[in-house]
C-alpha cells in the first residue's frame, strides 16, 4: 500500500511538471514579455518557497558560494535570546539557535542580525513573533570588536555612514521619538544579548566614526561603558 500511494504522488509530480514545461514552451500561451515574466514568477515562488522552508535569506540560496562557510569548530545552541516588546517596551526572551563563533566581530555581526531577524516558525513560544519590535538592519553599521581580556572590555567599532544610511533606508518617514525607540532599543537589546552569549564580557562600549559623542537624535550613550550590573 504504501509503495502504490508514493507511485501516486510521483506520477502526479511528473504530470504536473509535464503540464508546466508544456506552458513554457508554447509560445501560443506566453510569447515574447509574457514568457519572461512567467518564468520570473515561477523562479521567484521557488526560491521564495525554498527559503521559508529551509528558514534562510534567499539571497543564501541564490549566491550559495558567495557567503563563508561556518566554521567547524563553532558550536549551534538554543539560548534564551532577547528582544523589546511592542506593548511595554520591556526586554523579553525567547529559545532561539545561534551559531556561535570564536571571532568576536563576527559573533558582535551575528548577534546583531539575529536581533533584526523574528523569531521563526520552527522556534518556540510563536506568541513572541506578534509582540516582539521588528529593528532595522542597524547592524550593518558594525565595523569590528575588540575584546580586552585585561579589562573585561569588549569595544564595539561602527560606522557613522552606515548607521546613517539605514535610518534615512528605514527609519526616514517616522517621527523622530519612533526613531529615538529604535536606536536606543536595538544597542540596548544588542548589550543584553553581548552579556548573555559571553559571560566573560563585564563591560560594553561602542566607538563610532565621528568626534560626536553621540548620535543625532539618540539617548542611548554610545561612548559610554556599559557595566553587565545594569543589565
Known amino acids: 500500500m504504501l509503495y502504490l500511494f508514493f507511485a501516486h504522488c510521483f506520477r502526479k509530480i511528473a504530470y504536473y511538471c509535464e503540464v508546466l514545461y508544456d506552458l513554457v514552451t508554447d509560445t501560443d500561451f506566453v510569447a515574447g514579455q509574457h514568457r519572461v515574466r512567467f518564468l520570473l514568477t515561477v523562479f521567484s515562488v521557488f526560491l521564495l518557497s525554498g527559503s521559508i522552508l529551509a528558514d534562510v535569506n534567499p ?8 557567503f563563508p562557510i561556518p566554521d567547524a569548530n563553532n558550536q549551534v545552541e538554543e539560548i534564551d535570546f532577547y528582544t523589546l516588546s511592542h506593548q511595554n517596551k520591556s526586554l523579553i526572551s525567547y529559545p532561539k539557535h545561534f551559531l556561535r563563533s570564536n571571532d568576536w566581530s563576527v559573533q558582535v555581526k ?3 542580525a539575529s536581533i533584526s531577524r523574528l523569531p521563526s516558525l520552527r ?6 513573533r506578534y509582540d516582539a519590535v521588528s529593528f532595522p538592519l542597524l547592524g550593518t553599521s558594525i565595523r569590528f570588536a575588540w575584546f580586552s581580556e585585561k579589562n573585561a572590555l569588549l569595544i564595539i567599532y561602527l560606522s557613522r555612514e552606515a548607521l546613517q544610511d539605514e535610518v534615512d533606508i528605514f527609519l526616514k518617514k517616522i517621527h523622530t521619538d519612533k526613531k529615538v525607540f529604535y536606536l536606543d532599543g536595538f544597542f540596548r537589546v544588542l548589550t543584553a544579548n553581548i552579556f548573555k552569549l559571553n559571560p566573560e564580557v563585564q563591560r560594553v562600549q561602542y566607538a563610532i566614526e565621528e568626534k560626536s559623542k553621540k548620535f543625532d537624535f539618540m539617548t542611548f550613550p554610545l561612548n559610554q561603558e556599559h557595566a553587565r550590573t545594569s543589565f
Not at 539571497?59 to 558567495?66: T, Y
Open 59 to 66: 539571497f543564501h540560496l541564490l549566491l550559495p558560494g558567495f
Open 110 to 112: 551575528r548577534t546583531a
Open 123 to 128: 522556534e518556540k513560544k510563536q506568541h513572541v
